[in-house]
């Protein structure tokens, strides 16, 4: 190795203590290992892994190796933090605010933190205070997937790829291999937090042409059970904008086990900037869906408090006529701008044509809600 080139260290800390569910982390670790070896600028990064790591181990591994990526494989528990071990081998939970303090010590280093566990972007968007670049999962994730994307990400990244095309390929080959958890893995960074000394230093993704707001946009999704698979299509094709921190997404799918699915539809549906119907015969022969969430929705547009965009999803007629309140769905901006149903295929070639061209106009929308609202 030239003793000039530049070397990466990346750190893997894994934990699964006794008394929680058995993880993969030793395959993890073993396919990391090798897509590293057989990558073209393998000579540019050096790994190292702990395994059973307890709290303490954090900062002594950090210390010692002084890495540039930080890559936790383990367990989350949401709110109340990651899973490490105890001095006797049991659960040690560590929350973000704690990490985030940890990380701030180093990060005139650790340029990037990858946490693979479950509920973990709580714990990413704390840490995403001080560090570059951090990734951590919205809900939970399985193995197979944790593997597929973690597999993934350093492949990109000993190919010389940057980290946001790193994560983006990592999001895209959890999908090609079949797994429905391909929008799981968030990345957050300095700059989409609005840290001043990031400003000039972090360039937002690229792939969609969208001036990024000061804050990401939440956007509701209102759909009927029936139309689930068109949803995640919808969802794909919107990622790249919430991969930039332009947007959030939320539907009912997010609801953790546990919590009452009314009030958090009503939360959600109440907090959201911009919410999408997803327009359907099933949709709209929901007395559900017209009488609470569509009427919730219109009411707020009145007020002048979210922007309501009907999906145009599968073909319906009349839908335009319909009235719910004082309000008429026709006199909503709807996508795609051309009319057309994305099932009708007489209009398109095939469905990913549509998706595609809802996630260029749905990217000015946004572009132009941004600006509205400065």
């Given amino acids: 190795m030239n003793s000039e080139t530049p070397v990466n260290k990346i750190l893997i800390l894994a934990a699964n203590p006794q008394g929680v569910s058995k993880l993969r982390l030793d395959e993890e670790l073993r396919d990391i290992e090798e897509g590293l070896l057989r990558g073209k600028k393998r000579e540019q990064f050096l790994i190292k892994s702990a395994l059973a790591v307890r709290h303490r181990d954090i900062h002594r591994q950090i210390m010692d190796f002084e890495p540039q990526i930080v890559h936790f494989s383990g367990h989350g528990a949401g709110e109340d933090g990651l899973v490490f071990e105890d001095l006797t081998g049991g659960v040690k939970l560590v929350d ?34 001080h560090i ?51 929008l799981t893995p968030k990345l957050l960074t300095k700059n989409q937090l609005g840290t001043e000394e990031s400003a000039t230093t972090t360039a937002p993704l690229s792939a969609v042409s969208v001036e990024l707001p000061t804050r990401e946009s939440k956007v509701f999704l ?7 698979k068109l949803r995640v299509e919808l969802e794909n094709s919107l990622s ?15 609801i953790r ?32 869906h017209l009488n609470s969430e569509v009427k919730q929705a219109m009411e707020r547009q009145k ?37 057309k149903f994305i099932t009708d295929s007489r209009f398109w070639k095939n469905q990913n044509e549509a998706f595609v061209q809802i996630a260029e106009e749905f990217g000015e929308a946004v572009q132009q809600i941004a600006a509205e609202s400065h």
């Fill in 257 to 288: 086990l546990g919590n009452n699915r009314n009030i958090e539809i009503n939360k959600n549906l109440n907090s959201a900037r911009i919410i999408l119907l997803l327009i359907s015969r099933h949709f709209l022969n929901s007395k559900y």
């Fill in 222 to 228: 209102s759909y009927s059970p029936k139309d689930e």
């Fill in 240 to 254: 790249i904008l919430e991969g930039q921190g332009v947007i959030s997404i939320w539907h009912d799918k997010k």
């Fill in 132 to 182: 570059d670049y951090v990734i951590g999962m919205s809900q939970a994730i399985g193995d197979k997937a944790a593997i597929e994307f973690a597999v993934a990400f350093y492949d990109a990244l000993v190919a010389g790829k940057s980290v946001e095309f790193a994560h983006k390929l990592g999001c895209r080959v959890i999908r090609t291999a079949g797994i429905p958890e391909s």
């Fill in 96 to 129: 973000g605010e704690a990490l985030a303090g940890l990380f701030e010590l180093f990060a005139d280093h650790v340029k990037c933190v990858l946490l693979n566990a479950c509920y973990s972007e709580i714990q990413a968007k704390a840490i995403a205070q």
């Fill in 303 to 339: 007020a002048g408090q979210a922007y309501v965009i009907p999906i145009l999803i599968s073909p319906v007629a009349g839908w335009q006529s319909i009235t719910v309140g004082d309000f008429q769905l026709g006199d909503l901006q709807y996508l795609p701008r051309n009319g």
